[in-house]
């Protein structure tokens, strides 16, 4: 691969992706009702993309594991915040485990616990996956979803089992949203360009030149798995306050592709093509939905069968991937031109 | 007891049939097929959709519809994106198998269809005072069948060897002559008849298919690949043997806790994984990097 | 007429260019030796003659036909076999399927089991281990093997990838002398080696690369004279 990524850091390479998320942020998501909450999941999807960068896009190991982090993330976030009458009601019958039912605190108290948890669960998990290499990685990744899809979708002891737990207090303001998005970029940013984030990106290169460098690769992997499963908690803990809801379901096998193919879509190995990635797929998503519902876009009536849209989403990443297996974005960050002052 | 010994034994045999039909392609090409399960799956609609024709003519069509998907994934996807960094190709097949499975939910519903394929294979009979049910023992004669026909194919005639060494290296077999295209449309032609023969058994069993029939087979087999061993056909159809065995034991064995089978086989997939990285078959140094 | 002709070929792997004009003929029947110090490409080369990867400039004719850029799969089948580095042989396959991997590669499918019985004579130690497992023969066995394999497509030329690799000093006696018969036999060989003494006595003609050029072209004659062989090697002054 000829793309290593940025490692100096550069403040028209961190702030290009920030200016364009808070320009798509301010003209998309204040456009309509329904607009709003688009983008509000936008960026919920987008901070997800942003962990998997980190992990995935530095490392090159692929990783369908960070769905559980997401999945637990979102858990905690939910149970945290959601009434206690209605965790107490929609739940009882279900026996939910008692000690489960009376804690209670603020959003976001509750956002920076999922992402602690999150990485708390990475960092046992990860003692065991970063020991493994290629396919076994991604397998025993791919066993870390299920084994966490599997227990929370069938265990009512602990959550709402196959059912929705409804009630999760919103976040109806775009900016606190796109305020947590931002963070999560500079957080990505700086891990990015730091010795991590430069060594990681070594070790996918060349993984026979790293360890006779003196670099641990299973030090510098676990470090990043850990990190990445924070953002992915974060992640889902936002989610579940812009859908209101937890549901095990969503945090599965589509979310995972979805996710992961957004990412790939972009261009694993920037921020730029984390964000290009998110909103392509969104927006060709949104466009696809108004014309199955025969909505007109852009003043444009053109009607599609009902259920193809999904099809052609996904056919569109395939042709992504045929014509340009770097994504979009090929790797390269996106910088706001420099100011050249005559004088 | 002796049921369900039966099967175990018989999960097992087909998920190796799966795991083959995996094994096969990521062989030639190093990829991870995803959406072998919707070659599963379309040849489980074609039975279902041609079950009053007579079964022998019913199973020819099913083999040339999952064939020709098969060579058409190749023909269309695969064969552009050879050579390309295997985790892009996985991501690509699991692409590619979200389509499929769309396009079947448009041809063929959300809803499952359903149809007797082969009725006079259900039921039960007896040994010896015990009930034992058809379908378990025709599984376990279609898949030994089908194995040894396998592993013919494989060890003893010119297109096996030509396999056996593509696999191992496949820039050095194409140096002795061995033709790239025509391997590897023959290796996805292979894991089409494979995936022919595991829906035929599967649909004895359950006739009730929807756009997302083969995929748990086709993830359990997956991971049974891993866990033989990837780098040969004997060790993926192992893996998938011991994952079809141990999923079957473990719902016996835990009764009411059978729901987190799941969790217990993956649990143990990653122990193997930790133990041997290579897989059970392994020879140690053979760390493929995808 | 030449049976084989590179011409100001340019070949590399990705942006890199490593080999960047090497031209050289060879005659039916005879031999020619590509010497020059490690990393300069001499692998690059074959590789591009024989399609495993493709060249970026100039042309390869061979019996007449460019080829230059066809897969190695049909380059095999013009007659042009080559026995690559460190001999890649099928490990975990045995003697036997070895060589019989190698008449995939045959224009002509009749006549294989002669061929494969040609092969026998010529390294009667390949009979006696004909069904263990490949990777259990020695180094010169392996090497003995890898040469037959690639002798039953019938080559009209052979191209070997330092043949003396890894091989103890009367091994690699023991491998020049059948290359030797092989070219008795009619076919053609081009034979990189690190060790430029070694081919230099041995081919009629040997060319030296480095900078991805050739810098001069050796006669058994220079192999004598060891200055004018390390002059050429290593470059003027130094």
């Excluded at chain 1, 737990?165 to 891990?191: D, K, M, Q, R, T």
Aim: net charge positive; glycine share 10%.
């Amino acid at each position: 691969m000829k793309h290593s990524g940025v490692t100096k850091f550069s403040i028209q390479n961190l702030l290009g992706p920030i200016i364009i998320l808070i320009l798509l942020t301010h003209f998309v998501g204040g456009a309509s009702t329904s607009l709003q909450l688009i983008t509000q999941s936008a960026l919920c999807l987008f901070v997800m993309v942003l962990a998997l960068q980190v992990f995935v896009g530095n490392s090159g190991v692929l990783s369908f594991g960070h769905g559980a982090f997401a999945l637990i993330g979102s858990y905690v976030s939910a149970m945290l915040t959601a009434p206690v009458n209605i965790k107490d009601n929609a739940l009882a019958m279900n026996q939910l485990w008692e000690p489960l039912i009376s804690p209670q605190v603020n959003i976001y108290v509750a956002l920076v616990i999922s992402a602690a948890v999150s990485a708390l669960v990475a960092a046992i998990t990860g003692v065991f996956l970063m020991r493994l290499n290629g396919l076994a990685a991604g397998i025993a990744t791919f066993a870390l979803l299920g084994v966490a899809y599997n227990v929370f979708f069938n265990n009512k002891k602990i959550g709402p089992g196959s059912q929705a737990l409804p009630g999760v207090p919103l976040i109806e303001n775009n900016w606190i949203l796109l305020l947590l998005a931002v963070i999560s970029i500079i957080i990505v940013y700086f891990i990015n360009i730091s010795k991590i984030g430069r060594t990681l990106r070594a070790t996918r290169e060349d993984a026979m030149a790293a360890p006779a460098l003196g670099i641990s690769i299973f030090k510098v992997r676990l470090i990043a798995f850990i990190l990445s499963g924070a953002i992915a908690g974060l992640a889902g803990g936002m989610y579940s306050h812009v859908a209101g809801t937890f549901q095990v379901q969503d945090y599965y096998l589509e979310f995972t592709f979805i996710t992961l193919s957004m990412l790939i879509v972009g261009g694993s190995a920037s921020i730029w093509g984390a964000l290009v990635g998110t909103f392509t797929i969104t927006a060709i998503g949104q466009v696809l939905l108004m014309m199955e519902q025969d909505l007109p876009v852009f003043g444009i009536q053109v009607q599609i069968p009902l259920g193809s849209r999904a099809v052609i989403i996904a056919l569109t990443f395939v042709v992504v991937l045929l014509w340009r297996s770097g994504g979009i974005t090929n790797g390269k960050e996106f910088r706001i031109p420099k100011l050249k002052r005559k004088s | 007891m002796v049921q369900s010994i039966l099967d175990a034994i018989s999960l097992g045999g087909l998920y190796s049939l799966a795991a083959l039909g995996l094994g096969l392609v990521f062989g030639v090409m190093r990829l991870v097929n995803f959406a072998h399960a919707e070659l599963i799956t379309i040849a489980a609609y074609t039975l279902v959709l041609t079950a009053q024709f007579p079964l022998a003519l019913s199973l020819i069509f099913t083999v040339l519809v999952t064939v020709f998907v098969a060579l058409l994934m190749e023909f269309s996807v695969y064969r552009r994106l050879r050579g390309v960094n295997p985790a892009v190709m996985l991501i690509a097949s699991f692409g590619l198998s979200i389509v499929l499975q769309r396009v079947y939910e448009l041809m063929f519903g959300a809803l499952p269809r359903s149809a007797a394929v082969a009725p006079f294979l259900r039921g039960d009979f007896k040994v010896a005072g015990l009930s034992i049910t058809i379908s378990s023992v025709i599984t376990i004669v279609l898949t030994i069948t089908i194995l040894l026909a396998m592993g013919y194919l494989v060890e003893k005639t010119s297109l096996g060897l030509q396999l056996r060494a593509a696999s191992a290296d496949f820039k050095t077999a194409r140096l002795l002559g061995v033709r790239s295209n025509r391997l590897i449309s023959a290796a996805f032609g292979l894991s089409g008849v494979l995936a022919a023969c595991v829906a035929l058994i599967l649909v004895i069993q359950n006739p009730q298919i929807s756009p997302y029939y083969g995929l748990n087979i086709t993830i359990l087999s997956l991971v049974g690949i891993v866990i033989g061993g990837i780098a040969s056909l004997r060790g993926a159809a192992l893996g998938g043997f011991i994952v079809g065995v141990v999923l079957s034991s473990l719902n016996t064995l835990l009764g009411n806790g059978r729901v987190y089978a799941y969790s217990w086989l993956f649990i143990l997939v990653l122990v193997i994984l930790l133990v041997r990285p290579g897989g059970l078959l392994s020879k140690g140094s053979e760390l493929e990097r995808v | 007429m030449a049976l084989l002709e590179v011409t100001n070929l340019v070949a590399g792997y990705g942006k890199v260019e490593v080999i960047s004009d090497v031209s050289f003929t060879l005659e039916p029947g005879k031999s020619i030796g590509i010497v020059g110090p490690n990393g300069v490409g001499k692998s690059t080369l074959l590789q591009a003659i024989a399609g495993g990867i493709a060249p970026k400039g100039g042309s390869i004719i061979f019996d007449g036909k460019n080829i230059a850029g066809k897969k190695p799969e049909d380059i095999v089948r013009l007659g042009l076999s080559l026995v690559p580095e460190g001999r890649q042989i099928f490990s975990g396959l045995s003697v036997k399927e070895n060589l019989a991997l190698g008449l995939t590669g045959r224009r002509n499918k009749k006549g294989a089991n002669e061929a494969i019985l040609k092969m026998r004579e010529l390294f009667p130690v390949l009979s006696t281990h004909e069904n263990h497992q490949a990777g259990m023969l020695s180094g010169g066995q392996q090497q003995q093997l890898a040469i037959a394999r690639a002798l039953i497509s019938e080559p009209k030329v052979l191209l070997l990838d330092e043949p003396s690799l890894g091989l103890a000093p009367t091994v690699i006696t023991d491998v020049f002398e059948r290359l030797q018969e092989i070219i008795g036999m009619g076919t053609a060989v081009v034979i990189v080696e690190q060790r430029a003494n070694l081919v230099t006595s041995f081919a009629e003609k040997t060319i030296v690369i480095r900078d991805g050029k050739v810098q001069a072209t050796l006669t058994p004659a220079d192999a004598a004279n060891s200055e004018s062989l390390q002059r050429s090697y290593f470059g003027a002054g130094e």
